[in-house]
C-alpha cells in the first residue's frame, strides 16, 4: 500500500456530501468539512508567522472544531498540537512552551486554565471563533514525511514528551485499518477516546477519513452513554484501549445487548477476560494490538493467540536482553506454568529494521537518542516468548523489580491478581527493601467488594503460577488507580507514596501467605 497524506485523504472527500461529522444532534458532511477547513486553513496562513514554527495549539474535548482544524492545519501546512485538559499550571505552561505554540485555540471551558500562566507571550483564543473567516485557499501540497501533529506522551515516568506524527504516520494506519477491516462509506466509526492522544487520531478518526465513513464523535469518553450512542449512531466500528474497554464491560448487562449495528472493535491494552465478554456481551469482534504513541513497533492479536498474549510479533521485532542486547531465548515454564528463566527470557521488545513509524521527540535529542540506538528502535517495554513465538508482556523496563537478586516484571503479576473475583483493577510496583533491592507492592481496585486478608492470603497460595518471589509483601486497597488523561497508570506516583498513605495497607507475615493490616485509615 502506498503510503497517502492526510490532505489528500480529506480532498477525496471534498464532493462527498454523505455525513463527516455526527456530534450530539449536529450533522457535518464531508464536503462541508473540507470547505470548512480550507477556510481556516486561510485564516491561518493570514496570521501564523512564517519566520517561526508554524504550531497551533488546541485544548479541547471531541468537538467537531477539533477535527476542522487539523484538517486546516493539513491545508495550512500548519501543524496541530494536542494539548491535555488533565495537565495544569506550569505542566501545562511547558506543554505550550516546548511545543513552540504560535497561538493556542482553546474551548471557552477550558480558558481559565491558561489564564496567569507564563506561555512566553503566546496568545490564546476561542476555538471555532479564530481566526478571521476568509476565502478558501488551495492546500499546501504535502508528502508523507511533513510534520502535522505533535502527540503528547502519557507520562507515566515524568514529564510528557511531544511526538512527532507526520502526515504519513497518521494516515497510512487509517487507510490500512479501513483496508483491513473493509470499512466504507456506509460505516460510522465512533470517537471518544481522546483527539489529543494518539489512538483516537490513528485508530479512530483517520479510519473513518480513509473509509470515507461517517465518524460520530463524543465530547468525552463515557462507558454508560457507549451503548446509547451506538444505537443513536448506527456505529459499526469503535477504536479504545483497554481500560474504558473494561469500564464499559462493568455497566449493567441486559438482556438486549447484543441488539446493536456494531461489527468490530480495536485498539489496544485490552484484558483477556475484557475482550471476550465484550465480544460476547455485545456480538461483535474485538481485535487487540501492541502499540505506542512513538509508531516505533506494533502487532495485533490472532484469532490463535493464547489468553494473555499480545500476539505474535512481526519478523522485524525482537526481544533482546536488556544488558546484553543479544534475543533472549523461549521462555521455559515448570509444571504449574511459572516462568522459570525470566533472567534469560525477558527482555526489551526492539524494532530491529529501524525507526518504523517514529519521527523523533520534538525538541528532545537525548530522547531521541534513547529510542533510537544502533539502527534499532528500542520500546522500552518488557516481554517474553513462548516456544511457539507468542508475546507476553512483561512491564516497562522502569517497573522492573529486582527482588533478592532477581529480576521480576510486573505485568504477570498483575494478571494473577486479576484472577481474584473482587479485584477490578490493580498495580504492581516496587519500595524499596531495607537491606538492598526492593519489594513487592500492589494496589487494587475491589469496587466497593470486601476484601478478606485471609482469604486472599488462600487465593495467592492456590495460584500455582505465582512464582514465591512475585508474591507481594505489601496490598493497598484503593478506591481508584492514579491515571493519567489517557488511562494509563502512574505507577511512579504509587511508588513513592510506599507504605506513607491513607489506605488500608496489609503486610505479609510469617513463612506462609498471610496477611496482617499495617496501617488503617485515619
Known sequence: MSVPTVTELLLARAGDERPGLRFEDETISWAEHVRASARLAAGLRNTVDPGKPPHVGVLADNVPAFSVLLGACAFAGAVLVGLNPTRRGAALARDV???????????PKYRPLLADLDLGGVPVRDLGSWPPAADPIDPVPAAPDDLLMLIFTSGTSGDPK?????????????????????????????VSMPMFHSNAIMAGWAVGLAAGAGIALRRRFSA???LPDVRKFGVTYANYVGKPLSYVVATPAKPDDTENPLRLVYGNEGASADLAAFEKRFGCKVVDAFGSTEGGIGFARTDDTPAGSLGRPTPDVAILHPHTGRPCPPAEFDADGRLVNAEDAVGELVNTAGAGWFAGYYRDPDADAERLRDGRFHTGDLAYADAAGFCYFAGRLGDWLRVDGENLGTAPIERILLRHPAITDTAVY???????????????????????????GRFLAAQSDLGPKQVPQYVRTV?????????????????????????????????????????TVV
Open 97 to 107: 512552551r516546548l511545543a513552540d505554540c504560535q497561538v493556542v485555540l482553546t474551548e
Open 162 to 190: 511531544a511526538v512527532r506524527c507526520t502526515h504519513g504516520k497518521i494516515a497510512f494506519p487509517g487507510a490500512m485499518l479501513a483496508e483491513r477491516f473493509r470499512l466504507s462509506t456506509s460505516d460510522t466509526v465512533y
Open 224 to 226: 454508560s452513554g457507549f
Open 430 to 456: 516496587a519500595v524499596p527493601d531495607p537491606v538492598t533491592g526492593d519489594r513487592v507492592m500492589a494496589a487494587v481496585v475491589t469496587g466497593g467488594a470486601p476484601l478478606d486478608p485471609a482469604e486472599f
Open 479 to 519: 478506591r481508584e488507580l492514579p491515571r493519567t488523561s489517557t488511562f494509563k497508570v502512574v505507577k511512579r506516583q504509587l511508588s513513592a507514596e510506599g507504605l506513607d498513605c491513607p489506605d488500608v495497607v496489609w503486610e505479609r507475615t510469617g513463612p506462609g501467605i498471610a496477611y496482617t493490616a499495617l496501617s
